[in-house]
C-alpha cells in the first residue's frame, strides 16, 4: 500500500526472520526500489538488564537510503556480550531485548528528518544549502517496462481480479500492490463497459453504477434555478 501510494516506509524485523520470506516481502524486494541494511544491535548501545552488550543482528528495510545510511558500516567491536535466553525478574530476556537502543532510535529519528527536508517544498541538504527536488512519486518499474499482465494488455481497471499483480518479466502487471475488487454483478463479471446492457445497477455490487454516478452525477432540476431579481436580465428578452 505504502509504494503504490507512492509512500515511504521503514520495516524492522531480526536477521534471517520469517517475515522477509512472506510473499508479499519477496514481491516488494523484487520491485528493486527496496533498501536494505542489516548491522549488530550491540554497536548501537543494546545491553542486557546486566549492562552487558548484546549481539542482536537486525535487518531494517526501506523505501529510501537516506533512512539506511546511518547504519552502514556498523560492527560489533564487543570482547564478550550479555545472554538473550532465559527469563529476568519474571520477563524473558528476548523480550526485554526487543526495545530498540536509544542510539538506534536517533539515527531513524535524523533519518526521518532529513528525508522530510528533502520532499519539502524548500529541500535543504546537510550544509543547509537548498536541493533541487526530483518531481513525482517513487518509480515502481524502470524506464521501457514491458507489462504483460492480460489485464493489462487490455486496460482493465487497477482492481480488476485479472491482473497478474507480479513483477516477474514473462507476466509483469502495472498494478503489483492494488487489492482486488470482486464485484458480484454479472455484467461486471464478464467484464463489460459501463454502458453497456446487463448490470445490475445495485450498489455496492454493480461497479457500473459507481461509473455512471462520477460521470454523469446529479443534474440539478430547472425550476431549483433561482435568479436574483435585484440582477438585470442580460441578453434579447424575446428570446428568453
Request: charged content about 25%; hydrophobic content about 35%.
Given at each position: ?104 532510535c536517533k539515527l531513524i529519528v535524523a ?40 489485464a493489462c494488455r487490455i486496460s482493465r ?82 428570446r428568453r
Open positions: 500500500m505504502q509504494v503504490t501510494a507512492g509512500r515511504h516506509y521503514i520495516i524492522e524485523n531480526p536477521r534471517g526472520s520469517d517475515l522477509f520470506t512472506l510473499t508479499v516481502m519477496k514481491t516488494l524486494l523484487r520491485t528493486g526500489v527496496v533498501k536494505v541494511a542489516t548491522f549488530p544491535q550491540c554497536a548501537l548501545g543494546l545491553q542486557s538488564p546486566e549492562g552487558l552488550p548484546l549481539l542482536k543482528w537486525t535487518t531494517l528495510w526501506a523505501s529510501s537510503e537516506v533512512l539506511l545510511r546511518r547504519f552502514r558500516g556498523l560492527q560489533c567491536n564487543c570482547e564478550v556480550h550479555g545472554k538473550m535466553e532465559g527469563g529476568y525478574c519474571g520477563q524473558r530476556r528476548s523480550k526485554l531485548a526487543q526495545v530498540w537502543p536509544y542510539e538506534m533519518g526521518l528528518i532529513e528525508l522530510l527536508a528533502k520532499l519539502s517544498s524548500f529541500p535543504v541538504g546537510e550544509d543547509g544549502a537548498p536541493e533541487k527536488r526530483r518531481p513525482g512519486r517513487p518509480r515502481l518499474h524502470e524506464v521501457g517496462a514491458e507489462f504483460k499482465c492480460p481497471v487497477s482492481t480488476d481480479p485479472g491482473h497478474t499483480r507480479s513483477l516477474d518479466a514473462e507476466d509483469r502487471c502495472r498494478y503489483p500492490g492494488v487489492e482486488p475488487i470482486e464485484w458480484r454483478c454479472p455484467a461486471c463479471a464478464a467484464g463489460k463497459g459501463p454502458m453497456e446492457d446487463g448490470h445490475s445497477m445495485v450498489k455496492g455490487e454493480c461497479r457500473a453504477l459507481e461509473t455512471r454516478t462520477r460521470a454523469f452525477g446529479k443534474r440539478r432540476d430547472a425550476q431549483s434555478r433561482i435568479r436574483d431579481p435585484a440582477i438585470p436580465a442580460s441578453g434579447d428578452a424575446s
